[in-house]
């Protein structure tokens, strides 16, 4: 793939560079290009690489297959999340500095509600890096010297180490000479002072993100921090506008939600309004009715290709519940949450005992460079590979042993914390497990728009499109219109040959039927005027509709 002029622009500039990155428009190839390119260069020593860090596994892994394909060194880099980049680069080796010494192996804590929201608000009341740096650590101190790290103060710890240890800095400066992170717009103050501050030791770094795509901010995570970047000196701001994804009559549509004045060329309506008669199971049985014949107009081979998308956890389940056609309920599992390396590959490992395409190698590879191990190393390693193999589908309980012992070959000097347990529940849960099967072609993919971030399908079903949902309200007002807002964006902007946009005359409440009304979204800047309308009866039978 030969980069556009927008993006070679990018790849070629040697300062600190923020990209903002419309839907589709190539931000990972201009990522993995940009970093590929840095590892090239001949001021980076072999002792010396990049950090480039994203906010899932899923993106890290991604990025750096991307990047290191054919063969291209990747020196003494790091790919991983921004927690595992915390983790590992900072606290673990030089949290004692300011935490004192643990009593045991550490364990990353996953605190009772209580306790989490105590830390959440103590965290949140520190409003300024100068209040951050002189706050009490007394509850962290604690904890750490008992063994444990609590999973909500990660990112605060490691800016607290890294201003209180002039050794961690100097390893941070030594290692790394270019630091890299995906989806910025999805940070929070904390990461943004510990990118500032890394940057400062004389690192040059690359950030992308789009503001429009901001949908963490229950989260506390903002674009601000993103727009702060564009307006420092020290940064070459570039732009990715093309979205080469979706047909331009969605993009067109997506543009026109967020700026009224947007001008709309293309006559073509890719995005269609089904008001449907009924409630969340008529909704799953108009998908039913009609997920085929759409497939059929818009040359959809696979079923796989096919999202249905929704705004919560409860319009999943009804959905899941009520669809007939063969479906996959997309969820994270409780491996994929936990931020410990060990639980990373256990869950890798799960994927590649049910799915015989994957590359045993090339999941060992995510973690050390399969080369660099000795020969003892890697022939153990093929003995398990061996053993992992025989074992049947219908017991994965006797995958324990297997797994643990490629965990202690590849981290004997990292703390085992909830791994074993988490993989334990795992292996016991049906509906969990099922999770880590390929998706079959037949089968349509049903997860939150939340989760659907940063993925692409050929037909998207986006539903909850309903007054008092989204966006979301209380009698009060909006809870947060504009997170809202770019959730929808988001939500459109994953079709790349059709979407549909799907409301119902009544939705659950609570358990119970209530009326419903279309989303208020529906008909924003008119809106109306730019796709096809129908209202379909409860014999899902549909008829035009005029615009209203």
């Known amino acids: 793939m030969e980069p556009t002029e927008e993006q070679e622009k990018i790849i070629n500039c040697d300062g600190n560079i923020v990209v903002l990155a419309a839907p589709g428009s190539g931000k990972t190839f201009v990522l993995s290009e940009k970093i590929k390119k840095t590892l090239k260069k001949e001021e980076l020593l072999d002792y010396n690489g990049v950090a480039a860090l994203s906010f899932t596994r899923k993106a890290s892994n991604n990025l750096k297959k991307r990047t290191l394909a054919y063969g291209l060194p990747k020196k003494n880099s790091f790919f991983g999340t921004i927690d595992s980049f915390c983790l590992t680069q900072i606290i673990f080796p030089f949290g ?74 100097r390893y941070l400066k030594a290692r790394f000479k270019y630091i890299f992170v995906d989806e910025y717009q999805d940070v929070d103050q904390i990461f943004h002072n510990i990118f500032l501050k890394i940057l400062n030791l004389g690192l040059r770094g690359m950030v992308v993100g789009d503001i429009d795509q901001s949908i963490y901010g229950f989260a506390n995570k903002s674009s601000k921090y993103l727009l702060e970047l564009t307006n420092l000196d020290q940064f070459n701001t570039f732009r990715l506008t093309t979205n080469f994804r979706s047909h331009p009559s969605i993009v067109e549509y997506a543009n026109k939600l967020l700026r009224e004045n947007f001008k709309i060329n293309n006559k073509e309506k890719r995005v269609c309004f089904f008001r449907v008669e009924g409630d969340e199971r008529t909704i799953a049985a108009f998908i039913d009715r009609y997920v085929n014949a759409l497939c059929k107009k818009f040359e959809v081979k696979n079923l796989n290709d096919v999202a249905i998308l929704v705004k919560n956890d409860q319009t999943l389940k009804l959905i899941d519940s009520a669809l007939k056609t063969s479906h996959r309920k997309i969820v994270t599992t409780e491996l994929e949450k936990d931020i410990n390396p060990r639980s990373q590959l256990y869950a890798l490992l799960l994927r590649y005992f049910y799915d015989n395409s994957l590359n ?41 042993v297997s797994f643990q012992k490629i965990s202690e070959i590849l981290f004997s000097n990292l703390p085992e914390g909830n791994s074993k347990k988490i993989l334990l529940k795992t292996l016991s849960n049906p509906d969990e497990l099922a999770s880590y099967r390929p998706i079959a072609n037949n089968e349509i993919q049903l997860m939150t728009l939340h989760k659907s971030k940063g ?31 770019n959730l929808h964006y988001v939500g459109i902007t994953r079709a790349r ?52």
């Open 96 to 169: 004692y500095s300011l935490l004192g010494y643990p009593s045991k192996e550490l364990e990353i804590l996953n605190l009772d509600t209580a306790k989490k929201e105590e830390i959440n608000s103590y965290i949140k009341s520190q409003t300024s890096l100068r209040k951050i740096l002189n706050a009490d650590l007394t509850i962290f101190r604690k904890l750490f010297q008992e063994g444990y790290i609590s999973i909500n103060s990660i990112e605060y710890l490691a800016l607290r180490i890294i201003y209180h240890s002039k050794a961690c800095r």
């Open 360 to 400: 045993f190698q090339s999941i060992i590879e995510k973690f050390v460079e399969y080369e660099l191990l000795s020969i003892l190393k890697r022939t153990e390693l093929n003995e398990v590979k061996r053993t992992i193999v025989r074992i049947p589908n219908t017991d994965p309980s006797l995958l324990v």
């Open 455 to 485: 993925l692409e399908f050929d037909v998207v079903f986006h539903l909850n499109l309903d007054d008092w949902v989204l966006p979301a309200k209380k009698p009060t007002g909006y809870i947060n219109m504009e997170q809202d807002l």
């Open 497 to 548: 040959k059709f979407c549909a946009l799907l409301s119902s005359t009544q939705r659950t409440r609570n358990g119970l039927s209530i009326s419903s009304a279309p989303s208020e979204f529906l008909y924003r800047n008119r809106l109306e005027r730019q796709r096809k309308n129908f209202k379909v009866d409860r014999n899902l039978t549909a008829s035009s509709m005029r615009a209203s």
